[in-house]
């Protein structure tokens, strides 16, 4: 409050002033109440106050008692020790903390803080700004999710919505999903390639469909995003009696005939909860003060490259590009995995030529094929009934 200078408002005036004007209220907690104003609140807990009645972005950093030295002069024991306990723990129950042991850990950990909440804020702003200056082609293809228009026409909006993370977006996806099994595919794939939690229990509900596709990604999807809830699940898939007498009790017991698509349903199931159990077994290993994650890899499957170049495809097209060139070691790369020595480039490429239309052509094509040279140009919009 000394380097504010002078000023005509009340000293009080002045610091809820300046929480106002603040884009970030950062709170530094050490072993002082600080300043007392009339009412018996130290100035420093009136700041915060009014931080959270502002709708303030709050970083609290409290001192580490246990660690941390001061001098007995910058250490309260009277009744501000109490209201400096209290006001602590209030901090404690409603942020999650930072603790600090001297000057220049504070600093570190202050510019590490700052440094990811900003990034994360300049990219929220980024995709506002973006489905904003969007909003003209954005809304029509929801309204066409929402109206009464032929599935074309529904496949087509759900296929050029997958680049908009938007809760409308989501919510009209969402609604999509109880068309025509087409559209219901494409839905369900949008919602995936978003990696949209609020879609958990629809994908939960839809390994259950008729329709093998739809199964599929459902179970890819929960295998991302799902969690220990969805093991008992994914593991009666592979069981494909028990999948079937599940699926018939769902369905009024009916027994109506289904294809199941076993082989590809249960290795998409086998995937999933591997990749789940792997997620859930992360382990956070302290030595020293240094924390690592270790967390254990398996390759791409066919439907990593495929769902990740739809993606590719779908996001190009709804920059209007007239054609996009992909290679596969680019395509791997963002897959993942590509750096180890049991890479999947074959079934990369396999996938690429899987995915060539009439009009599509190789740009360049290794001497075997099938290798990370392999160059594809893509011609959009895509046609649908090919």
């Known amino acids: 409050m000394e380097k504010f200078g002078a000023r005509s408002t009340a000293p ?9 004007r603040c884009k970030i209220f950062i709170g530094i907690i050490g072993m002082r109440y600080g300043s007392v ?14 931080a959270i009645s502002e709708k303030k972005d709050i970083l609290i950093y409290v001192v580490d008692e246990d660690k941390a030295l001061f001098p007995p002069k910058h250490v309260d024991l009277d009744d501000n020790a109490k209201k400096l306990k209290s006001f602590k723990n209030h901090l404690k129950k409603t942020h999650t903390v930072e603790f600090f042991v001297n000057p220049n850990d504070l600093a570190n950990k202050i510019k590490r803080d700052l440094s990811r909440h900003l990034k994360d804020t300049f990219s929220n702003d980024k995709k506002i700004d973006s489905l904003s200056i969007k909003s003209e082609k954005v809304l029509p293809l929801i309204r066409t999710l929402h109206g009464d228009y032929d599935d074309r026409k529904r496949i087509e909006a759900s296929q050029q919505l997958r680049g908009y993370n938007d809760e409308q977006v989501i919510e009209a996806l969402l609604q999509s999903v109880k068309y025509d099994k087409r559209v219901r595919y494409e839905a369900l794939t949008s919602l995936y390639m978003l990696k949209c939690e609020k879609a958990l229990s629809t994908f939960t509900e839809r390994i259950f469909d008729p329709s093998p596709r739809i199964r599929n990604i459902s179970i890819i999807a929960l295998g991302e995003i799902g969690g220990e809830s969805n093991l008992e699940d994914l593991r009666m898939i592979i069981d494909t009696q028990d999948f079937k007498n599940r699926n018939q009790k769902r369905s009024g017991g009916k027994g109506q005939r289904v ?12 995937t999933a909860i591997g990749t789940i159990e792997k997620r859930l077994g992360i382990q956070k290993i302290i030595n020293d003060n240094d924390a690592r994650l270790i967390e254990i890899e398996s390759p791409p499957k066919t439907d990593d490259f495929r769902i990740k170049l739809q993606f590719l495809l779908s996001q190009a097209q709804s920059q209007n590009k007239n054609y996009v060139d992909i290679n596969a070691a680019q395509l791997h790369g963002l897959v993942g995995g590509y750096s180890r020595s049991n890479h999947r480039i074959p079934i990369c490429c396999n996938v690429m030529y899987q995915m060539m239309q009439s009009r599509d052509k190789v740009l360049h094509s290794p001497l075997k094929g099938k290798g990370s040279s392999l160059v594809v140009r893509y011609y959009l919009p895509r046609n649908n009934r090919e």
């Open 12 to 20: 009080i005036a002045t610091c809820i002033d300046e929480v106002k």
């Open 259 to 270: 294809n199941w698509g076993r082989s590809e349903n249960i290795r998409a199931a086998e």
């Open 37 to 50: 104003h009339e009412d018996g609140r130290s100035f420093v807990q009136i700041e915060y106050e009014s």
